[in-house]
Nanobody, 115 residues
Framework: QVQLVESGGGLVQIGGSLRLSCAAS????????MAWYRQAPGKQRELVVG???????YYADSVRGRFTLSRDNAKNTLYLQMNSLKAEDTAVYYC?????????WGQGTQVTVSS
């Protein structure tokens, strides 16, 4: 049973930074791709950044230049560094991993950006 556990969310001021973590129960190399999504109240879940195992990164236009995805393969952990946070970044952030037809999600971590 694959488990993804997010952490690192919280309350931050506009312009601040947070780093989210997603700890996987197995090697990150066992997944075809990994990604971070977010869902704001009343909105659909949207892709923040996707990363197939080719090493490419695909950032949403709204976060490009401010957010950075990285990974520590030895710790089976995916990270999302979020800088210059805006009020519109407020959402629940989810870690996602895919392996063939299987699609895995974490429980989400709340990020609230306020003035």
């Amino acid at each position: 049973q694959v488990q993804l556990v997010e952490s690192g969310g919280g309350l931050v001021q506009i312009g601040g930074s947070l780093r989210l973590s997603c700890a996987a129960s197995q090697s990150l190399f066992s997944f075809n791709s990994m990604a971070w999504y977010r869902q704001a109240p009343g909105k659909q879940r949207e892709l923040v950044v996707g990363s197939p195992n080719t090493g490419s990164r695909y950032y949403a236009d709204s976060v490009r230049g401010r957010f950075t995805l990285s990974r520590d393969n030895a710790k089976n952990t995916l990270y999302l560094q979020m800088n210059s946070l805006k009020a519109e970044d407020t959402a629940v952030y989810y870690c996602n991993a895919k392996n063939g037809p299987s699609d895995y999600w974490g429980q989400g971590t709340q990020v609230t950006v306020s003035s």
